[in-house]
């Protein structure tokens, strides 16, 4: 039943313990024999070669648990900004998240981010402080923290006893159990008597977490007023009520590895935590609203999370084992999904099969006969669908909004030792980009590079590792060619191409006259036909603009794509036997090289319109910075103690700002870019492109 299930993300930056804390809920609640942990490598989530090798998580990985006769399903996810697309679409599979933050590091960038997505999503949230027995913590510096980066009403609903080397356990205000010196094991998770040298100041505690609750409904309120006091139903329905709107953040203190205050979160997560019954009405639309790539203005859907609702489910995370094969994991949102049916993808439009359903802890797999709503279920084997899609009934087709992904801005060529290995790369890429949401993979047209775009430097780095122990093939990265383009900056008229050529048989003859001039920019190509009086065979006109076409696919300067260009052809000359389309194609090249040589070619760059965003007090280096990459900052804002900065700035300028940026704000910058435009290249960094591409025209044949 969805009453009797509980979905969490776990989320935070990367070390704050989120893994930890993850294995030691496993472990506590009798989900896996041991404790499993990231440092030795005997993680049970954690369970990738290169997640072992990185000591860290990569990609979101799902586990379930039984405890109080709930089932929890726990998506433990990637904090590393890397890898944060897998994060981000896990938010949008579960009921609740869990907020990891690190009792000795405290608030760091993802922590903001990913608690911002929460908010925007209007998900509730339990914050975790981490490792408060470990040394150099300071449990009541982090909780001050929280406070005033994250801005959230927090509520702190656990008495620390302790801390670091010190740390005894903990005690939960909101139940007044008590979990004491030794770490809670399967069988030795029984609370025990509040200490009293702590007992006055934990239910002054109390009295400040009912003072909390009772002030968030009127009703609650009145209570309070006449009585002095809230039972402990209406202290939970309050809690309940209050961290469903938003108005109350409860505040957790836990140790994954001792392990500590584990039983007390996962009380909290079954008591607290929202049914997936009592989700809103899923937001999404008819599929054929996105026909085109456009939403059509057609009128949002709402789907209901029951499971007398038509079937529907939003696929969250692929994987693809070449053993196993594609497994697709899955939050049911609607009605019932069950094996050997067909189902919509309502992202593309195909129908799939859906194979076996199951849930599964680490590689181990759980057969099931049928997911219900609620439920968070693999799929095996689905052909074509991707992670952020959705199935549908086939009859009542529905897509789930999902949330947008952080763009892939860092991108790398690769580069190989030999050529033979290039296609076995190139579709080993493609099929991790189906796996890994944040991952993009295109060949430049105009460099003909194999080009793989990321939310990172270590995420590319990650994913060449997997490239070479999937097919054993060595490639590297590289800076990526830059996708310059060519064009005019003045006109030239009454440019003659000339092609005559004698053999034994018919020779061949062509001569075409153009004026050749600049567009505005965006302006394509234009051709005009100017011929009067039969100078040129109709039949023979295509074929001058053919020439020119192709030659302008080649470039002038440096082998680039040459645009915003028009031709007028308005005279020429033919002979009766030896002309041909092959003669008036080389005819209509020549005139297009004589031309170019005329119309002082120049380069135009990609230009990306720049969002940044760092701490206020980095805001004028982060400026000169821009200004030093020859950007142009059109405005700043401030919101809080954060400065937004607006900039264009060249591409290739930026190709390794990402850690930049993150050396000179200590990691706590970000920034979003996109290609706004094309551009003109100062003299000096033409001159470069040209001297370094080692182009030269090649000469038409006589």
């Not at 790539?293 to 009128?299: K, L």
């Not at 899955?330 to 849930?359: C, D, F, Q, W, Y």
């Not at 030659?551 to 082998?559: C, E, H, I, P, V």
Request: with cysteine.
């Amino acid at each position: 039943m969805s009453a009797d299930i509980r979905n969490v993300a776990i989320i935070g930056h990367k070390g704050s313990g989120k893994t930890s804390l993850a294995e030691a809920m496993l472990y506590v609640a009798k989900a896996t024999p041991k404790l499993g942990r990231v440092d030795d490598r005997s993680s049970f989530l954690d369970d990738t070669n290169e997640e072992k090798e990185h000591a860290a998580t990569l990609e979101a990985s799902v586990a379930s648990l039984s405890w109080g006769g709930k089932k929890i399903t726990i998506v433990d996810t990637p904090g590393e900004g890397s890898f944060l697309a897998e994060t981000r679409l896990a938010l949008a599979a579960v009921d609740a998240a869990l907020l990891v933050v690190s009792g000795r590091d405290g608030v760091q960038p993802v922590t903001e981010r990913v608690f911002g997505w929460c908010r925007e999503a209007k998900l509730p949230v339990l914050v975790v402080v981490t490792k408060v027995d470990a040394e150099n913590a300071r449990p009541d510096e982090v909780v001050a923290e929280v406070r005033a980066r994250l801005k959230a009403p927090i509520a702190v609903v656990e008495h620390p006893i302790g801390e670091g080397s010190s740390f005894r356990g903990v005690v939960a205000i909101r139940t007044k159990k008590a979990w004491l010196d030794k770490p809670e094991a399967p069988s030795a998770i029984a609370p025990v008597a509040i200490p009293g040298d702590v007992a006055g100041e934990v239910e002054r505690a109390r009295g400040k977490l009912v003072d909390d609750v009772a002030g968030t409904t009127d009703e609650l309120t009145e209570k309070y007023l006449t009585e002095g006091d809230l039972t402990q139903s209406e202290l939970d329905q309050g809690l309940r009520e209050a961290m469903r709107a938003g108005s109350i953040t409860p505040l957790y203190y836990a140790s994954g590895t001792r392990p500590a205050g584990i039983a007390a979160l996962l009380d909290a997560i079954v008591e607290l935590g929202p049914a997936p019954e009592m989700h809103p009405a899923w937001r999404g639309e008819l599929p054929s609203a996105r026909a085109g790539g456009a939403s059509g203005g057609r009128d949002p859907l709402e789907r209901a999370p029951k499971d007398d609702a038509p079937a529907a489910a939003f696929v969250f995370k692929t994987s693809i084992d070449q053993h196993a094969g594609r497994t697709s994991w899955v939050r049911v949102l609607s009605g019932v999904l069950r094996p050997e049916t067909s189902m919509l993808n309502a992202s593309t439009g195909i129908s799939e099969r859906v194979g076996k359903i199951s849930h599964a802890l680490g590689k181990e797999h759980k057969q099931l006969e049928e997911g219900r709503a609620g439920d968070i279920v693999a799929i095996g084997k689905l052909k074509t669908t991707l992670s952020g899609q959705t199935l549908s009934d086939e009859k009542h087709p529905f897509l789930f909004i999902a949330p947008a992904l952080p763009p892939a801005l860092f991108s790398r060529g690769v580069k190989f030792e030999a050529k033979s290995g290039e296609d076995k790369v190139a579709a080993a890429l493609h099929r991790l980009a189906e796996e890994d949401p944040g991952l993009a993979v295109h060949q430049e047209e105009a460099t003909r590079e194999l080009v793989v775009s990321g939310l990172g430097a270590l995420h590319l780095e990650i994913t060449v590792e997997r490239i070479r122990r999937r097919i054993g093939i060595d490639c590297h990265l590289g800076p990526p060619h830059i996708a310059y383009k060519e064009t005019l900056s003045a006109k030239a008229t009454g440019i003659e191409g000339k092609h005559k050529k004698q053999t034994g048989g018919h020779g061949q003859f062509g001569v075409c006259i153009i004026d050749m001039e600049p567009l505005p920019r965006g302006g394509g190509f234009v051709f005009e036909d100017a011929v009067v009086g039969g100078a040129i065979p109709r039949q023979f006109i295509p074929s001058v603009e053919k020439g020119i076409v192709k030659s302008m696919a080649r470039g002038f300067l440096a082998g680039f794509p040459m645009v915003d260009v028009k031709v007028r052809l308005h005279d020429g000359k033919y002979h009766d036997v030896d002309s041909s389309d092959a003669a008036f194609q080389m005819a209509g090249s020549k005139a297009f090289k004589a031309a170019a040589a005329k119309c002082r070619p120049v380069l135009l760059e990609p230009v990306v319109k720049l969002r940044v965003q760092v701490p206020s007090l980095h805001m004028g280096d982060i400026i000169g910075d821009i200004i030093s990459r020859r950007g142009r900052v059109t405005g700043t804002d401030n919101v809080d103690d954060q400065a937004i900065i607006n900039a264009f700035a060249p591409l290739s300028e930026l190709l390794e700002y990402e850690s930049k940026l993150k050396s000179m704000t200590q990691g706590k910058g970000t920034f979003t870019m996109s290609v706004d435009h094309m551009d003109v290249c100062p003299p000096v960094i033409q001159e470069k492109v040209v001297r370094e591409s080692g182009f030269k025209v090649a000469e038409d044949e006589d």
